[in-house]
């Protein structure tokens, strides 16, 4: 960027710099959303669940199968976002 260009966009810059923050936020959120890490414990507890019978068998199928389409949705995003950075 030249010199004229930056003072003329120069009144721009609260906003780019606002825009820039909510991208940050934006971006930690969509890490925080899919990171399969607290699902995986959440399977694993579940399991423990399941073996100390705190649970039934239906109750396992049925909360592992919701488990297991989060983990689903969340390598369909990880795959999608590499291929488009």
Request: charged share 30%; hydrophobic share 40%; no cysteine.
């Amino acid at each position: 960027m030249g010199l004229i260009t930056q003072l003329l966009t120069l009144p721009l810059a609260p906003v780019r710099g606002t825009v820039w923050v909510l991208d940050q936020v934006v971006h930690a959120a969509e890490e925080e959303y899919y990171d399969p890490e607290p699902v995986r414990a959440r399977l694993a507890q579940l399991e423990q669940e399941l073996n100390s019978g705190l649970i039934g068998a239906e109750e396992f199928d049925r909360r592992e199968d919701e488990l297991l389409d989060r983990l689903d949705e969340i390598e369909e995003y990880r795959n999608g976002a590499r291929h488009t950075s």
